[in-house]
């Protein structure tokens, strides 16, 4: 095994002491208070010798993909109190990615307030973060970096593959798919019934490479969850058994002193973005990755991104990029096999919550399906799924799923058809009398953190009904939005600044010729200087969205999307200091176009 390196920081910060025993085992009056507040919930005096560890149980009915979670938390508990520790479960928010309203993107930051802060402020020694939905699992991450208190991700598994008509399905990339055939009038109502009824066929989340699944295989590959985790199906009794296992080693960790600080290093990020370049993951793991390594006090540029992307072959064979789901990732041997197959891409020496490193936790990994887990020799694709997008149209960078572009669209040249608002493209997408064919250049503004606000997952701007009829089904589309990993097509997302503060997006017009060279990473606006600094004269800002409350809060406080969209106060102080020319750039550009 090798050495444990924890940092210097985690053993002074622990001082040799748990912080549960200055809860427990102090003779004084908070002492007492502590002992016989807690014993009135039938824990014992032999129970508050014992490590604490905190369960982050984040079950709710508005979440369908944790509804099992009271479950998977019975097995954490058994881990634990046979490790000999003692478990206490405790709530936080839980983001639902079909409810929540305008965006769950809007509530991530305060997801990660609230987990940060009831890690710190109870007598934990340790904590086990159940997540699993798009947003939670990077909450969990950010909080776990600013709390730095030992802790473990167990996700909920994704669910069973849908089945309709000995097919497979996948949820959501397929629940595209059927509405917009539903939208052409190719299937009926009753069939689009039948549809919903197959795809969505047990407990767990979305079962495509979408954002959960990414996220899942990013908290395995960045170290902070157990080898193997992310992918066995939320249903499967091996998901129980990791469970337990989850619960056994976050005693350990404690025991260990090991903190996130001393596993989620620059290094390890970078496994991080490898996995996700070569598994085709969704273009949200930029934003969140970004989001997680400010937590820790670093820099993250979206050129790292599209350096790992250059040199990561795409190797995963799962939609929507490829042809499988995480059920037959699961039994090609799941996020172990890749990260063998990716070995030497990777920073081995990074330590993980097993207490060993990665290249220890890999000895027994092992390929079982070759269609699934593709060789570095023999990939997909050269290239990992994203590519990070320059130009004038979007200076601070903009983010291109290149693994999901129809062939023919990968470089192109067309006019602009543009939507000023979320609710103007739905007010007129499907109007019969919208100028647009097949290679217009369709464009979204003020879709982005604070425009929409909270940049919702609608980059997927709708391919016009006419043009659909005529069996068009991929054009490009440009936006400051996201979308959702499970979407496809030839989708720029992430535009930055985005339109809202007065980015170039917001001075497109219709008409205007625009090009995407993915090859090139180039995304230009063919519109002089001259002319786009006119257009900026008359341009204004439209009104926040909020005039109180967490919506104010959010959009006074929010980084743009290459910043990961976190609040600057959540920032560490050094980095904020160090962000500070960035950020405030932004801002004047922002209150110069509010004046
Ligand atoms: Fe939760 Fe898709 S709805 S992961």
Redesign the pocket.
Request: contains cysteine; hydrophobic residues 40%.
């Given at each position: 095994m090798a050495e444990c390196r924890v940092s210097e920081e985690s053993v002074a910060e622990s001082g040799g002491r748990l912080k549960s025993e200055a809860y427990f085992q102090e003779k004084d009056l908070w002492g007492f208070i502590h002992r016989s507040f807690t014993k009135s919930m039938g824990y014992t005096e032999e129970d508050l010798r014992k490590p604490v560890i905190g369960i982050c149980n984040t079950f709710s009915e508005l979440?369908?993909?944790h509804s099992h979670f009271n479950e998977l938390v019975d097995y954490v508990k058994r881990g634990v109190w046979q490790a000999g520790g003692v478990p206490m479960e405790f709530p936080t928010i839980s983001i639902?990615?079909?409810y929540v309203k305008p965006t769950t993107m809007l509530l991530r930051n305060l997801m990660a307030m609230d987990t940060e802060e009831m890690m710190k402020g109870h007598p934990i020694d340790g904590v086990v973060l159940l997540g699993?939905?798009?947003k939670t699992v990077p909450a969990q991450l950010m909080a776990a970096a600013s709390a730095n208190i030992p802790a473990i991700v167990l996700t909920g598994g994704p669910m069973l593959n849908g089945r309709l008509g000995g097919r497979s399905l996948g949820?959501?990339t397929d629940c595209y798919g059927f509405t917009l055939e539903h939208k052409a009038g190719n299937i009926s109502d009753d069939e689009l019934a039948v549809a919903e009824n197959a795809i969505c066929r047990s407990d767990g989340?979305?079962m495509v490479m979408?954002?959960?699944s990414t996220m899942a295989s990013i908290a395995e590959a960045i170290g902070m969850a157990l080898p193997g985790c992310a992918a066995i199906p939320a249903p499967d009794s091996r998901r129980r058994h990791m469970s337990e296992r989850t619960g056994k080693q976050i005693v350990e960790l404690v025991r260990l002193g090991i903190r996130p600080r001393d596993i989620m290093t620059a290094a390890a990020i970078e496994n991080a973005i490898t996995v996700t370049m070569a598994s085709g993951g969704s273009t949200n793991a930029i934003i969140h990755l970004v989001a997680i390594s400010q937590r820790l006090g670093m820099k993250l540029p979206l050129e790292t991104f599209d350096r790992i992307s250059s040199r990561t072959p795409f190797i995963l064979n799962l939609r929507p990029s490829g042809k499988y789901q995480m059920e037959e990732y699961f039994e090609a041997g799941g996020v172990p096999a890749l990260m063998k197959e990716l070995e030497p891409l990777l920073h081995g020496d990074c330590l993980t919550v097993t207490g060993r490193t990665v290249t220890e936790n890999l000895v027994q990994a092992a390929t079982l399906d070759r269609d699934v887990i593709r060789t570095l020799e023999e990939p997909l694709d050269s290239q990992g799924g994203i590519a990070v997008l320059r130009g004038n149209l979007a200076p601070d960078g903009a983010l291109i799923k290149q693994t999901a572009v129809s062939a023919h669209l990968k470089k192109h040249i067309g006019r602009a058809v543009v939507f000023e608002s979320p609710a103007d493209l739905n007010d007129r997408i499907d109007d019969p009398d919208l100028v647009v064919d097949e290679n217009s250049v369709l464009v979204l503004k003020n879709a982005g953190p604070k425009g929409a606000p909270a940049m919702p997952e609608i980059g997927q701007i709708p391919i016009p009904q006419k043009l659909l009829k005529q069996g068009i089904r991929d054009m490009v589309r440009i936006s400051d939005a996201r979308i959702s990993g499970?979407s496809y097509g030839a989708l720029i997302v992430h535009a930055a600044p985005e339109a809202a503060i007065g980015g170039t997006l917001a001075l497109v017009q219709d008409g205007d010729e625009i090009e995407l060279d993915i090859s090139a990473r180039r995304l230009e606006l063919k519109v002089s200087d001259e002319e786009l600094a006119r257009r900026r004269l008359s341009w204004q800002a439209p009104k926040p969205h909020y005039d109180r409350g967490y919506g104010l809060l959010f959009h006074e406080r929010v980084l743009q999307a290459n910043l990961g969209c976190d609040f600057d106060f959540l920032l560490p102080a050094e980095l904020r200091e160090a962000l500070l020319g960035e950020i405030e750039s932004v801002r004047k550009m922002e209150s110069s176009r509010l004046k």
């Amino acid at each position: 095994m090798a050495e444990c390196r924890v940092s210097e920081e985690s053993v002074a910060e622990s001082g040799g002491r748990l912080k549960s025993e200055a809860y427990f085992q102090e003779k004084d009056l908070w002492g007492f208070i502590h002992r016989s507040f807690t014993k009135s919930m039938g824990y014992t005096e032999e129970d508050l010798r014992k490590p604490v560890i905190g369960i982050c149980n984040t079950f709710s009915e508005l979440n369908k993909c944790h509804s099992h979670f009271n479950e998977l938390v019975d097995y954490v508990k058994r881990g634990v109190w046979q490790a000999g520790g003692v478990p206490m479960e405790f709530p936080t928010i839980s983001i639902g990615e079909p409810y929540v309203k305008p965006t769950t993107m809007l509530l991530r930051n305060l997801m990660a307030m609230d987990t940060e802060e009831m890690m710190k402020g109870h007598p934990i020694d340790g904590v086990v973060l159940l997540g699993g939905c798009d947003k939670t699992v990077p909450a969990q991450l950010m909080a776990a970096a600013s709390a730095n208190i030992p802790a473990i991700v167990l996700t909920g598994g994704p669910m069973l593959n849908g089945r309709l008509g000995g097919r497979s399905l996948g949820a959501c990339t397929d629940c595209y798919g059927f509405t917009l055939e539903h939208k052409a009038g190719n299937i009926s109502d009753d069939e689009l019934a039948v549809a919903e009824n197959a795809i969505c066929r047990s407990d767990g989340h979305c079962m495509v490479m979408g954002t959960a699944s990414t996220m899942a295989s990013i908290a395995e590959a960045i170290g902070m969850a157990l080898p193997g985790c992310a992918a066995i199906p939320a249903p499967d009794s091996r998901r129980r058994h990791m469970s337990e296992r989850t619960g056994k080693q976050i005693v350990e960790l404690v025991r260990l002193g090991i903190r996130p600080r001393d596993i989620m290093t620059a290094a390890a990020i970078e496994n991080a973005i490898t996995v996700t370049m070569a598994s085709g993951g969704s273009t949200n793991a930029i934003i969140h990755l970004v989001a997680i390594s400010q937590r820790l006090g670093m820099k993250l540029p979206l050129e790292t991104f599209d350096r790992i992307s250059s040199r990561t072959p795409f190797i995963l064979n799962l939609r929507p990029s490829g042809k499988y789901q995480m059920e037959e990732y699961f039994e090609a041997g799941g996020v172990p096999a890749l990260m063998k197959e990716l070995e030497p891409l990777l920073h081995g020496d990074c330590l993980t919550v097993t207490g060993r490193t990665v290249t220890e936790n890999l000895v027994q990994a092992a390929t079982l399906d070759r269609d699934v887990i593709r060789t570095l020799e023999e990939p997909l694709d050269s290239q990992g799924g994203i590519a990070v997008l320059r130009g004038n149209l979007a200076p601070d960078g903009a983010l291109i799923k290149q693994t999901a572009v129809s062939a023919h669209l990968k470089k192109h040249i067309g006019r602009a058809v543009v939507f000023e608002s979320p609710a103007d493209l739905n007010d007129r997408i499907d109007d019969p009398d919208l100028v647009v064919d097949e290679n217009s250049v369709l464009v979204l503004k003020n879709a982005g953190p604070k425009g929409a606000p909270a940049m919702p997952e609608i980059g997927q701007i709708p391919i016009p009904q006419k043009l659909l009829k005529q069996g068009i089904r991929d054009m490009v589309r440009i936006s400051d939005a996201r979308i959702s990993g499970t979407s496809y097509g030839a989708l720029i997302v992430h535009a930055a600044p985005e339109a809202a503060i007065g980015g170039t997006l917001a001075l497109v017009q219709d008409g205007d010729e625009i090009e995407l060279d993915i090859s090139a990473r180039r995304l230009e606006l063919k519109v002089s200087d001259e002319e786009l600094a006119r257009r900026r004269l008359s341009w204004q800002a439209p009104k926040p969205h909020y005039d109180r409350g967490y919506g104010l809060l959010f959009h006074e406080r929010v980084l743009q999307a290459n910043l990961g969209c976190d609040f600057d106060f959540l920032l560490p102080a050094e980095l904020r200091e160090a962000l500070l020319g960035e950020i405030e750039s932004v801002r004047k550009m922002e209150s110069s176009r509010l004046k």
